[in-house]
């Protein structure tokens, strides 16, 4: 198990550790159990003939179970918000919170579960293996490039969403700010220019979002530069990244109208920046959810982004209990 890359701060007597102990979620029934009737009912004998009505027809599970409104929320804890690899029992105080805002926020239930770090293919098949009992699934803090091939293979073995919040979420709040951006400003999204800062995973959802929505001049910067075809050293993800964001020779700082910041380097990892040259009159207004002050407008997506990423999974599910439950309902970018 990973050990903590910083070093750990432990006070017992503190507002944010007394908040945490003993966890922040817990189990209740939605039925009363007043007696003997209602036990006959809500479990045996009653219970076998839901049991034998899903079986012959699993698509009744949805309606007649909790796991139709019930997310898994999935990490192994190799890149928790800021603070990297931290394992997944660090990682489950982070999952927990995220469980009690799927609730508060979109009135969906989620369950924590953190496993120990394998391969991709390792890491799909146990989580396949445990999708059965869950209506939707919402990876959060696995380590890129791994999580891009875990969510696309997931969502090829599944008939459930599939959701990666580090991916989704991010870009789902950063395209919301641009949009706010040009609204106010009288611009179009066709014409800006746009440098992404980095290439993992929040930076490549970021981009094929942004592209898109029309953003038709992305470039896209790790840390060893422009992302661009001549590069030798580009696997996976950025060599696909690498063909539609093309090459910007000459590019320099004082060119750009937008640049998204979603690389850890002199920032935390959680938050994401947009910066706009005001020389180019596209500087953020202050707008009700949007942070500004002048040329920088700094949010982090899972203040700014609630409850909207979300209610995606909420939609996802009312969508196929609306019409055809035997329908499953991708979540793409």
């Known amino acids: 198990m990973a050990a903590s890359p910083h070093d750990p701060f432990f006070d017992p007597e503190s ?14 029934a939605t039925q009363p159990l007043r007696g003997r009737e209602d036990l006959a009912l809500l479990y045996t004998p009653g219970v076998a003939e839901v049991s034998l009505a899903i079986a012959a027809d699993p698509s009744l599970s949805t309606r007649y179970t909790a796991r139709g409104n019930t997310v898994a929320v999935i990490s192994d804890g190799t890149a928790v918000l800021g603070l990297g690899d931290i394992g997944p029992l660090g990682a489950v105080p982070v999952m927990e919170g995220k469980a009690v805002l799927f609730k508060h926020c979109a009135d969906s239930d989620a369950v924590p579960v953190v496993m120990e770090t394998g391969t991709v293919e390792e890491l799909v098949d146990a989580i396949a293996r445990i999708a059965p009992s869950f209506g939707g699934i919402n990876l959060e803090d696995i380590s890129a490039p791994r999580c891009f091939d875990i969510e696309e293979q997931l969502k090829e073995r599944l008939d459930i969403p599939v959701f990666h919040d580090d991916q989704h979420g991010t870009a789902i709040v950063v395209l919301a700010g641009l949009l706010n951006g040009v609204r106010v400003l009288g611009r179009t999204l066709p014409d800006l220019r746009v440098v992404v800062s980095g290439a993992g995973a929040a930076g490549v959802a970021v981009t ?7 953003v038709r001049d992305v470039v896209v ?18 060599a696909r990244l690498a063909t539609s964001s ?3 020779d000459g590019y320099v700082v004082s060119q750009l109208e937008v640049w998204v910041k979603n690389s850890a380097h002199n920032t935390n990892k959680n938050d994401v ?6 020389s180019k009159k596209a500087a953020f207004k202050t707008t009700d959810n949007l942070r500004s002050d002048g040329a920088k407008a700094t949010f982090s997506p899972n203040l700014r982004v609630f409850p909207g990423d979300k209610l995606k999974m909420r939609t996802a599910f009312d969508i196929r209990n609306a019409s055809d439950p035997t329908k499953s309902c991708t979540i793409q970018l």
């Open 15 to 28: 507002p944010v550790f007394r908040a945490h102990e003993g966890g922040k979620l817990g189990v209740h």
């Open 208 to 214: 094929r979002l942004l592209q898109r929505a029309g």
């Open 221 to 238: 910067c790790d840390s060893r530069g422009i992302i661009e075809p001549s590069r030798q050293d580009l696997t996976g993800h950025k």
């Open 246 to 248: 093309g090459t910007k």
């Open 273 to 278: 920046s947009v910066f706009i040259n005001k």
